[in-house]
């Protein structure tokens, strides 16, 4: 019944004497390199108990570690750019969002063309590749980012060399979309969801345990007391050297363990057609309010803190030495939170749980920027958290709307076999736009950040001397405001179009799907 794989043959299996006609069709691709399974049918109750769970649960595994590392790649540069005055490179606040943000940017264009990836070249072979792509990354902010040459370099120079460096970090975010659409192929519909869960939640703790270990890793082998200078001393190819194990872990274990389905074809139709579906879209962008939140923040929010409570840090040497750890907090609760998410929105409805989150997240928008206005740090920080906690849930349950619209516009076009199946199939379409849009969502957080913080950059860039720079830099720290004002605004509309669309109840001949709230 199979091809390559031991574990495929453990005993003789009768239908194998009925199948043997297809199996010669296919006998072209039956002389494919590699652990290629020919027969492969999870919904089959017996099949699944007697080999499919354990085959899928291996690639699972390796799938889950191998985002991973791509989503710990993806965000080091948060934790970089606030440290590159360590290593003496000078950026101003809006040069610094660039290179924050340009992995997010490359990481969201990735995804599309990783998700035909696994259908072209099979899920094995495209992890073994991806993840070795990622010792790009890795030794460049090993080798080049602290290098002695580019330190000597003239600041356009240096701001070039640097945003390269970044955008390839955007490697390990094109991982989420070719993982996502490899597991779904091994599991079953009724496991199908739990297991892009698991996928997609251990791809976000990598942001989580990026912000954790970093910070803590360059400063090995510096005394306690010159950590709490500034600038101080940091080993910064660390954050790449650290990794390189781990990549090398990920892409042998793919090649070793993994395995390619035959079965698992690209549906560009399906694409097109669920490109033609206003609610494809629709989801999107709501989908750029949570994921995009989640990500956005994740990347951003050490270096938002640095500009923006220079008085706190200056009283609490250890946050400021540890100030990525910060975001370690947020990270982690946003990606416990997605399963969450999508475990109430099974409960009380996707819709409903969506709004309830972005109403969460304009509210707590609002006290973020009383915090920054007030200058207390608590309660900017405290904001944020909840805002990752709302984001994170967001996610669960803004992917599992998708499903249940698609079901409902199928339900009007009519009930049978070959319309629900259609509908099916761009409902996956619909999850791999929705996950390459949504991840711009973290560009435009950082975009706006950015476009904020001029104002700021050019007063401290035009004060003379390093006193009038620090008192220029505390007259403009509440520059971050603008921005927040605009997020608040993005939440009350995508919580008005999710109210308009999923949940108010609306005359015959509307766009909206015939659903209730606590279908969708």
């Not at 610094?96 to 990836?117: E, K, Q, S």
Request: aromatic share 10%; hydrophobic share 55%; proline share 5%.
């Amino acid at each position: 019944m199979r091809l390559h794989d031991p574990e495929i043959t453990d005993r003789p299996d009768p239908a194998a004497a009925l199948a043997a006609p297809a199996r010669a069709a296919a006998a072209p691709r039956a002389r494919r390199r590699g652990r290629w399974i020919d027969d492969w049918n999870p919904d089959d109750e017996a099949f699944w108990a007697r080999k499919g769970r354990r085959i899928a649960r291996r690639n699972l595994a390796l799938s889950v570690f191998a985002e991973h590392v791509g989503f710990c790649l993806w965000a080091i540069w948060g934790i970089v750019a606030i440290n590159l005055p360590n290593v003496g490179i000078a950026l101003s606040l809006a040069e610094t969002f660039l290179l924050t943000a340009l992995p997010n940017l490359v990481g969201a264009f990735l995804r599309i063309p990783y998700t035909f990836a696994v259908p072209r070249f099979g899920g094995r072979a495209w992890t073994v590749f991806s993840a070795s792509l990622l010792f790009v990354p890795a030794l460049l902010l090993a080798i080049v980012v602290p290098s002695g040459w580019l330190r000597e370099q003239a600041h356009d120079t240096q701001l070039l060399v640097l945003a390269l460096c970044a955008a390839t970090a955007g490697f390990g975010g094109g991982n989420f979309s070719s993982s996502m659409a490899n597991i779904s192929y091994f599991y079953p519909e009724r496991r199908k969801g739990a297991a892009l869960g698991i996928n997609a939640a251990g791809g976000n703790l990598g942001v989580a345990v990026t912000q954790l270990l970093v910070p803590l890793v360059i400063i090995v082998g510096v005394p306690a007391a010159a950590v709490k200078a500034s600038p101080h001393e940091v080993h910064l190819a660390y954050a790449g050297l650290m990794w390189l194990p781990l990549i090398t872990i990920a892409a042998v274990g793919a090649y070793r363990y993994m395995d390619s389905l035959t079965q698992a074809k690209a549906d560009p139709r399906s694409y097109a057609r669920a490109a033609r579906q206003p609610h494809a879209w629709i989801v999107s962008v709501l989908y750029i309010g949570t994921f995009g939140s989640f990500i956005g923040y994740s990347f951003a929010l050490p270096l938002v803190v640095k500009n923006t409570f220079p008085e706190f840090l200056a009283n609490h040497p250890f946050i400021a030495t540890y100030l990525a750890g910060l975001g370690f907090v947020g990270a982690l609760v946003g990606s416990v939170a997605r399963p969450l998410g999508g475990w109430l929105a099974d409960r009380v409805g996707g819709a409903r749980v969506t709004l309830a989150c972005f109403l969460g997240m304009a509210a707590a928008t609002l006290v973020a920027i009383a915090g920054v206005n007030g200058r207390s740090f608590g309660v900017f920080f405290g904001a944020y958290v909840a805002i990752f906690v709302l984001a994170g849930a967001g996610n669960g349950s803004t992917y599992r709307m998708i499903p249940a619209i698609f079901a409902a516009l199928g339900r009007r076009q009519g009930d049978d076999a070959a319309t629900r199946l259609d509908f099916k199939r761009q409902a996956a379409a619909v999850i791999g736009i929705a996950g390459a849009v949504g991840a711009f969502g973290g560009f435009l957080i950082q975009l706006a950040f950015r476009q904020a913080s001029l104002g700021a950059s050019q007063a401290v860039t035009a004060a003379e001397t390093p006193a009038a720079k620090v008192a220029a830099a505390a007259q403009h720290a509440d520059w971050s405001v603008g921005a927040l004002w605009v997020f608040l605004g993005a939440y009350l509309a995508m919580a008005l179009v999710t109210w308009a669309c999923y949940l108010r109840r609306a005359p015959a001949g509307r766009l909206v799907p015939s659903v209730a709230g606590a279908s969708v």
